[in-house]
Each structure stands twice: as structure tokens, then as C-alpha cells.
């Protein structure tokens, strides 16, 4: 009786850590309450540096979808700026969807983010900021494929 108790016990420990660990993976399939048999949510796949234009990794076909638009225009003493992706889906039953759109200036300061869910109608953040930077930088996230940025020159006239 013994010898089967030591046995069991490097399984039950090994069964509660891959259950602790699924529970506590962050993943949006486990957050929204995903069944296990949809497909991997993006979160696990490692990315060196975001996917553009120029550069859409494995997914130059989804290129036109993923790229953040980026329109400003002058305010006061300040500026207000819209990134939106276009064409994307905002699909919860698939689920496809952009989780979050960030907003930054060219030295890498965060100036803002805006959080999505998958029912949401349309990943359109805006963003007003006090003061205008020189450069911009929009990130989006797309729990499917990844992370892409577009960058912009502020130019007033």
C-alpha cells in the first residue's frame, strides 16, 4: 500500500501544476471561457520585434488587416490622435480579434492604450495628448497574429 501512495503522489503533483498552470496562463481563451478545443490564442507565440508592412513575418496575407492606421490633428496646445485597424474582425466565436491598441512617442514613452474584447464593434482608439511629439508609433495586438506597429511623422502646417 505504500509503494502505490509514493507512486501516486509525483502524479498528482505533476496533474496540479499543469492545472494551476493552464488556470494561471493569462490566455484570452481561458480568460473569456474558451473551451480547450479552440485554436491556440497567440499569447504563447514568441515574437522578436513587431510585425509591419515592410516586415509581416509569417503573415504577409493578413498584412492589409493588422497594420494600425494612424490620423492626428492639432488641439489647443495639445494634439488628438486616432489609431484604428481596418478590415479586421471582431470575431468572439472564433475567437479573432485585436486585443489592444497602444499609442507611443518616438523615444518609447507610453502615451496611452486602449483594451478590446472580441465583441467589440471596432479597434478605433483615440488618444488626446498635451503636448505634440515629433514621431509616433501605433502597436496593436491580435491574439491570432501577434504584434504590428505603423509609425507616423507629426507634421502640422
Known sequence: MKKNCLLLIPVVLAAAALTLSALGSGTPSAQAGYGQSKPQIQSEYKQDKPY??????????????HV???TYEKMDMGLKVTVKVDNHPMDSQKPHYIMWIMLKDGMGKVLG?????????????TFELKSVPAHLQAFERCN???IW???AKVELK
Open 144 to 146: 491570432i497574429h501577434g
Open 113 to 125: 492604450r486602449k483594451d478590446f474584447v472580441a465583441t467589440d464593434p471596432a479597434p478605433i482608439a
Open 52 to 65: 509591419t508592412r515592410e516586415n509581416p513575418g509569417p503573415w504577409a496575407a493578413a498584412k492589409d488587416k
Open 68 to 70: 494600425p492606421e494612424i
Open 149 to 151: 506597429m505603423n509609425e
